[in-house]
């Protein structure tokens, strides 16, 4: 079970430096916002000076009009490269139709090219900051959230975050994709649940296209509530999430995360469940030692000889194992003895786009750990050193979003996944807090034994996206 919150906390932004003001206006009743996410992105005013404010990827895509991924046999064809153009003007428009239907192919967008990345990049850095831990996160669930406030982003600002997602120049675009992206409706044979909202202060005046857009991507809405009460919206807002979680990630926000400065946040919820299309048999599972980097620790292993798309080169076995409706697979990248997995991390994503093409059906005896782990991370350190500096900076430009001057304060995550004989469950939710400026094979089979550190990614192969990403070093971690 994967779950994963993504928050975004917007504050103002100092008088200083701004382009205009604006003075917040009285509290109004609570406004119910009618949304299904897990993503939340907090806006905060800054101190108010006289009563006012200044203003790649082993998985192969679908064909066209299909409606299940290709057949096994069927090698995967490498990406193209990733380019990241201009971003477009300062400029909130009003939202096209949105012609993408559930389980409609997208294409190979910027966007899609530019997701992929992102979600190696991040596991990277979270791999060297948790040296010493398991890692799960979701990158579309952070993505989602960071597209959401993107929309009212302008100048700079916008063209740094269209740099780290390898956005389109075409703004529109990007909430389209996005929106088809997280179209899961009507799927068979798995679970697939993302949801979004938007929590803003009562004092704080939303322009009405970013609201507008928002609620035509993202099928989410504004919820109106009184910031002063810390306990009470943090209360609102984790009880929102772990009902789009199924009660899997129950508190993601604390009062801590709600400052004065605080107006927004931007939630996103992702919630999957799929059973396994070859699943493992109960009465297979046994007991294995599995070798962590502190040493080696017992460990139940799942096991199975059955076909699988596979891949090898000198440094990595690869192994895809398809859930149901076979939309979306779990791949894993296991380091052969001897080798790794961190000093592998670096070229993971030149090594997973080669393995694409060498993907084949081969007979596989896999041995597998079951697992469960749970990760909650503050990601404003990492996005920044990733290159999204002017967004939490007295500089960022949110104009689109309020006259008011805003910035991103924190970007909260949180994830969760469990992997055993039927299949995974897991979630994430993402809150962007925003707040105002202050201060080919042979038919012997092969074996599969992933009993060492390994890297693994659950993808929708229909848009070659990844929905989770992560590393296990010691299965018996919680």
């Not at 989602?144 to 389109?168: F, R």
């Not at 070798?291 to 620790?297: D, L």
């Not at 782990?373 to 979003?401: E, H, N, R, V």
């Not at 400026?437 to 599969?448: D, I, L, Y």
């Amino acid at each position: 079970m994967f779950r994963l919150i993504a928050i975004f906390m917007l504050s103002t932004l100092a008088l200083s430096g701004c382009k205009g003001k604006e003075t917040e206006t009285p509290p109004k009743s609570n406004t119910e916002a009618d949304s299904a996410s897990s993503m939340s992105v907090m806006v905060t005013p800054t101190a108010p000076t006289m009563g006012t404010e200044a203003p790649g990827d082993s998985i192969p895509p679908m064909a066209p009009g299909q409606d299940t991924p290709p057949p096994d046999k069927t090698p995967v064809t490498p990406p193209s490269t990733n380019t990241v153009t201009s971003p477009p003007a300062n400029t909130v428009t009003s939202p096209p139709a949105n012609n993408f239907a559930a389980g409609t192919r997208l294409g190979k967008t910027a966007i899609i090219k530019g997701q992929r990345a992102f979600a190696l990049k991040l596991l990277s850095r979270l791999a060297r900051q948790e040296s010493a831990k398991n890692i799960v996160f979701s990158p579309l669930s952070i993505s989602t959230a960071i597209a959401m406030v993107y929309i009212g982003s302008g100048t700079s600002t916008k063209k740094e975050i269209a740099t780290l997602l390898g956005y389109s120049p075409n703004f529109e675009e990007n909430s389209t994709v996005y929106g088809g992206l997280l179209s899961f409706e009507n799927t068979r044979g798995f679970e697939v649940q993302s949801a979004n909202r938007i929590f803003v202060h009562n004092t704080l005046n939303v322009k009405p296209a970013f609201e507008s857009i928002n609620r035509k991507f993202f099928r989410t809405t504004l919820q109106k509530l009184d910031f002063k009460q810390k306990a009470k919206v943090a209360r609102t807002i984790n009880s929102w999430i772990s009902k789009q979680t199924k009660k899997k990630i129950k508190e993601l926000v604390k009062t801590k995360h709600i400052t004065p400065l605080t107006r927004m946040l931007l939630v996103n919820a992702l919630y999957m469940k799929a059973d396994w299309v070859h699943t493992f048999k109960k009465r297979a599972t046994r007991e294995m030692a599995f070798r962590s980097p502190s040493g080696k620790v017992k460990t139940k292993f799942m096991t199975q000889t059955t076909d699988f798309r596979y891949a090898e080169d000198s440094d990595m076995q690869y192994l895809e194992m398809p859930y149901k409706g076979r939309r979306l697979s779990m791949l894993v990248a296991l380091p052969r003895k001897g080798r790794s997995l961190d000093s592998l991390l670096p070229t993971l994503s030149t090594s997973l786009n080669k393995a694409r093409g060498g993907l084949f059906s081969q007979r596989v005896m896999v041995s597998f750990p079951k697992f469960g782990y749970s990760q909650g991370t503050g990601l404003k350190g990492l996005l920044k050193a990733m290159g999204m500096t002017l967004s939490f900076s007295m500089k960022a430009d949110f104009g689109g979003i309020s006259k008011t001057a805003l910035k991103i304060e924190d970007v909260l995550h949180k994830a969760r996944i469990n992997v055993d004989e039927q299949g995974t469950v897991a979630s994430a939710a993402t809150a962007v807090i925003v707040g105002t400026k202050g201060a080919g094979m042979s038919s012997r089979p092969v074996t599969f034994v992933a009993d060492h550190p390994f890297a693994y990614f659950i993808v929708d192969r229909l848009n070659n996206t990844i929905l989770f990403a992560g590393i296990i070093r010691n299965p018996t971690l919680k």
